[in-house]
Nanobody, 126 residues
């Protein structure tokens, strides 16, 4: 079993930055691939970013490519999402997810992740 706890959300003006953190416990963190997803009110959950075991590869949704950066620190059992140039349309609850599926063609699919955090709210004002 893996427990995931997100932090770092908040209110920011458009053009600003935030860094989200997701702390993991309960299983060897380095054996897991990690992802970030988000869900805005009235919308379906969508993929944001994925980082493979070891951090050798990263993948992003087109909507955040060039603005967001996912990274991991296996010594701290933590994955991060650095978000720059934020836009009002980035407003959502952001959740981290973990699972053994690393890279491959389905990294953006929620079902391949076994563990989920509760989420943290990010609000971007215009």
């Amino acid at each position: 079993q893996v427990q995931l706890v997100e932090s770092g959300g908040g209110l920011v003006q458009a053009g600003g930055s935030l860094t989200l953190s997701c702390a993991a416990s309960g299983r060897t963190f380095s054996s897991l691939a990690m992802g970030w997803f988000r869900q805005a009110p009235g919308k379906e959950r969508e993929f944001v970013a994925h980082i493979t075991r070891g951090g050798g590869s990263t993948y992003y949704a087109d909507s955040v490519k060039g603005r967001f950066t996912i990274s991991r620190d296996d010594d701290k059992n933590t994955v991060y999402l650095q978000m720059n140039s934020l836009k009002p349309e980035d407003t959502a609850v952001y959740s981290c997810a973990a699972g053994p599926y690393s890279g491959g063609r389905y990294y953006d699919a929620a079902p391949v992740y076994d563990y989920w955090g509760q989420g943290t709210q990010v609000t971007v004002s215009s």
